[in-house]
């Protein structure tokens, strides 16, 4: 008998804070995601590619891609769990697609989408949040150039346009 009456009351908490959370929580709206955000979700999954930015020679290195926040929002996390691990957040702002990078570097820029094709995508700087000096480095524009659904390449300027972009082949890790 008391294990009935437990179960009961437990089924009736149960019941009684989904009912709670369901009238406070409205239902999560439709995806109105742009073609490109929607192509960005595409990546989800572990890539791999190779660096010397960080003062090893062809470092193999890991980057990830996430849907997140509904939907609404990829998550990419460059190097995960190390020292040297970046974010950055590709999401629609008015239809277009932004990105929002959060640096080693200790600050933020964001760039927007200025031109696609059925091959890249190609982001243009629009500002750099926590700059101390305009002479501090920090990234400049991006494209992303696919292959197929299992490579692709990510060109990244910095802000002297004399440098010549950092370039990175990446591949699907299966």
Not at 1 to 28: C, D, N, R, W
Request: net charge positive; with cysteine.
């Amino acid at each position: 008998m008391k294990k009935t009456f437990k179960a009961i009351m437990v089924f009736a908490f149960v019941a009684m804070a989904s009912l709670s959370y369901a009238g406070e929580h409205p239902q999560i709206p439709a995806d109105n995601s742009s073609a490109a955000l929607n192509r960005m979700k595409e990546l989800k999954g572990k890539w791999t590619s190779t660096t010397s930015m960080f003062g090893k020679k062809n470092q193999k290195i890991y980057t990830e891609y996430s849907v997140v926040a509904g939907g609404s929002a990829v998550l990419e996390r460059f190097m995960p769990g190390t020292p040297q691990e970046m974010v950055t957040m590709y999401y629609d702002n008015k239809g277009k697609l932004n990105l929002t990078h959060y640096c080693l570097m200790r600050n933020r820029p964001i760039l927007k989408l200025a031109k696609e094709t059925k091959e890249s995508m190609t982001f243009e700087l629009v500002k750099v949040e926590e700059l101390k000096s305009k002479k501090d480095p920090h990234m400049g524009d991006v494209t992303l150039n696919f292959k197929d659904k299992n490579h692709f390449s990510s060109s990244c300027s910095g802000k002297d346009e004399k440098q010549a972009p950092m370039t990175m082949e990446f591949t699907r890790v299966k």
